[in-house]
């Protein structure tokens, strides 16, 4: 009995990771700099931000507050939504991006709209911070979902501490399965190297071209949307 090879789909493959870090590091550097240092990609940022508050008071709080469930709920909507997609004999993959696109235009076409945002906790600039944060958790749960053979997309500390490792053990001829951790370096060096990209391409963008540099992760996600519907390359595993 044959299934098809999913890894041979182009919007499954180590491109799409990379391309995803890309939209991770975009979001999550240009947000933090609009939404007054609201991380969106990861929630750990914002406990310390959180915890922060407890001897220097700032804005935002509210947001960074607010984050965590609305994340929660992101990728508890995102599972169930690929349960009853895979019930019904559908990919989910295509239709989860395409939940992103429409979170993450919210976000680009609200900060637009709404720009100047006004105070960090006020209505405007958390409806825009949660949007994001969703579309990041809807990621986050992406990975988890269609993608786990591939490397974390969204969150770079496990990702950077592996490189590291079989970098070394690369560099001193160590471990007993060198060709292993060599793939396994190969693996996750793309998404490191993109999230880092995405991330100062963010920076650049938001600094430079307000909300409306929002289109280009947009345009990487749809561009991922077409590739994952694509059908899967002929050949078979058992």
């Known amino acids: 009995m044959t299934r098809p090879a999913r890894s041979q789909n182009p919007g499954s493959g180590p491109t799409a990771g990379a391309a995803l870090a890309f939209v991770a590091g975009f979001v999550d550097a240009a947000a933090f700099i609009a939404l007054t240092g ?48 895979e ?21 680009g076409l609200c900060g637009t709209v709404w720009s100047p945002l006004g105070a960090a906790d006020g209505a405007a600039s958390i409806t825009v911070g949660m949007l994001a944060v969703a579309a990041m958790g809807l990621q986050n749960a ?28 690369l560099a001193l001829g160590s471990g007993e399965q060198r ?10 060096l793309p998404a490191i190297a993109a999230f ?24 990487v996600l749809v561009v991922l ?3 994952s519907a694509a059908p899967a390359d002929a050949g078979a595993v058992p």
């Open 38 to 85: 609201l991380f969106t990609a990861h929630v750990t940022g914002n406990f310390v931000l959180i915890g922060a508050e407890l001897v220097a008071s700032s804005s935002g709080v509210v947001a960074k507050l607010l984050a965590l469930p609305v994340f929660v709920g992101a990728v508890a909507g995102a599972r169930v939504l690929a349960l009853v997609l």
């Open 87 to 107: 019930r019904r004999g559908v990919d989910p993959l295509p239709w989860l991006l395409a939940v992103e696109v429409a979170l993450l235009a919210g976000f």
């Open 142 to 169: 992406v990975g988890r979902l269609s993608l786990g053979h591939l490397a974390p997309t969204t969150v770079m500390t496990v990702s950077v501490s592996q490189a590291v490792i079989d970098a070394t053990d």
């Open 179 to 188: 060709e292993q951790t060599r793939k396994r370096f190969l693996r996750v």
């Open 196 to 219: 880092a990209a995405g991330a100062l391409c963010g920076a650049y963008g938001i600094a430079h071209l307000a909300f409306g540099s929002i289109v280009l992760p947009l345009g």
């Open 225 to 227: 949307i077409v590739a």
